[in-house]
């Protein structure tokens, strides 16, 4: 098998040599061109024709975001976005995730260097995913069309379920499809999303702006109320949920990675099925490895209902393949129809969802 060919694009010499140096140390990769700046990278990609791009948030002559937009529509290629630790650098990049991106990495510090240690899984990862043409059609409804949490109001009332989804590589995009169809009353809804820290603060202020429901990161100690969305911190903690004095409740829980992740899909999904049991809705979807899958069949025989992103859809088809061959998944939906079985599951009117 040929090894994994990529093109790493970034104005800066040094980060390119990192990049370059940090991938083909894997024997199954071969950086095979870089480019300084998006309109060098223009012509590379036509004459490299690579399996996979890294490339730069913020660069001269065309931001990454606008350069990723333009690979989409006219070249559908997996991107790995590597952004800078800031505000701006981490609300770009889950802009670029939304418009297919297939996954991002933080720029480290001189101290902070392992962060490519794994850079080469993502990019072998990445190789086998399912990219879309991009168009603007695909975009969720934006703000300048909308109140935060007025669209989608309605007059029915969560029943007392819980939903919790877990979701890795490609999973940004699938979040903000699925819970921009949530009514502004839904089931509180837990998320275990893994990404680097900082960038989690940022994805639940873009689903918060565009989404009925309010969504923000998971506070140690928050009840978790219909109508409120909660997204675990990215590298900082487990989420777990606890029942104290008969609320359902959020803890942070300070431990080891759970199959190299913290926060883990597995430990959000043991504590459901422990405090939440039958009342619960687990949900996996798009994702690299087995993370989650283990605890959704604990689920699933505890009483919960089970829901599994079909292949088709998913970007990496990883976890809910593992999920749904040991049995943990009741069910297969196409990313499309999943607001629709979550919420039927939670027997919720349907008006209005599209």
């Known amino acids: 098998m040929r090894p994994v060919r ?19 140390r894997d024997p199954g990769v071969e950086v095979v061109g870089q480019a300084k700046d998006p309109l060098e990278a223009r012509d590379t990609i036509k004459l490299l024709n690579p399996d996979v791009i890294t490339l730069d948030v913020e660069m001269p002559k065309m931001n990454g975001l606008d350069f990723l ?7 559908p290629t997996p991107v790995i976005m590597v952004s800078n630790r800031t505000s701006a650098g981490t609300s770009v990049a889950i802009r670029a995730l939304e418009i297919g991106a297939v996954d991002c990495i933080a720029k480290p510090s001189p101290q902070d260097l392992h962060t490519f240690d794994d850079l080469a899984i993502k990019v072998k990862a990445a190789a086998n995913a399912h990219v879309h043409r991009y168009s603007h059609a695909s975009e969720p409804m934006k703000d300048l069309q909308q109140t935060p949490h007025q669209a989608s109001a309605s007059p029915f009332k969560s029943n007392g379920k819980l939903v919790a989804i877990g979701s890795s590589t490609g999973g940004v995009e699938a979040l903000i499809k699925i819970i921009s169809q949530f009514p502004a009353d839904c089931p509180p809804t837990v998320i275990t999303q893994h990404m680097p820290p900082l960038f989690t603060k940022s994805l639940a202020a873009r689903m918060d702006r565009i989404c009925a429901p309010h969504v923000s990161e998971a506070v140690d100690g928050a009840a978790l109320v219909p109508g409120h969305v909660y997204i675990a911190p990215g590298g900082e903690a487990h989420l777990e949920v606890v029942r104290t004095n008969a609320h359902l409740r959020c803890r942070l829980r300070q431990g080891d990675a759970v199959n190299g992740h913290r926060p883990s899909v597995d430990v959000l999904f043991a504590s459901v099925a422990k405090y939440v049991g039958q009342d619960a809705i687990g949900v996996i979807l798009t994702g690299m490895g087995r993370d989650g899958a283990a605890s959704l069949l604990t689920m699933r025989e505890t009483g919960a209902r089970t829901f599994g992103q079909d292949e088709p859809t998913c970007v990496v088809y990883g976890m809910p393949k593992v999920a749904f061959e040991i049995g943990a998944v009741q069910k297969q939906v196409s990313l499309d129809k999943m607001s629709r079985e979550i919420l039927d599951a939670a027997k919720m009117s349907l008006e209005g969802v599209q």
Do not use: G, H
């Open 6 to 24: 990529v093109l790493v694009v970034d104005d800066s010499a040094t980060m390119r040599s990192l990049i370059s140096e940090s991938l083909q």
């Open 69 to 75: 937009e333009k690979i989409m529509r006219l070249r």
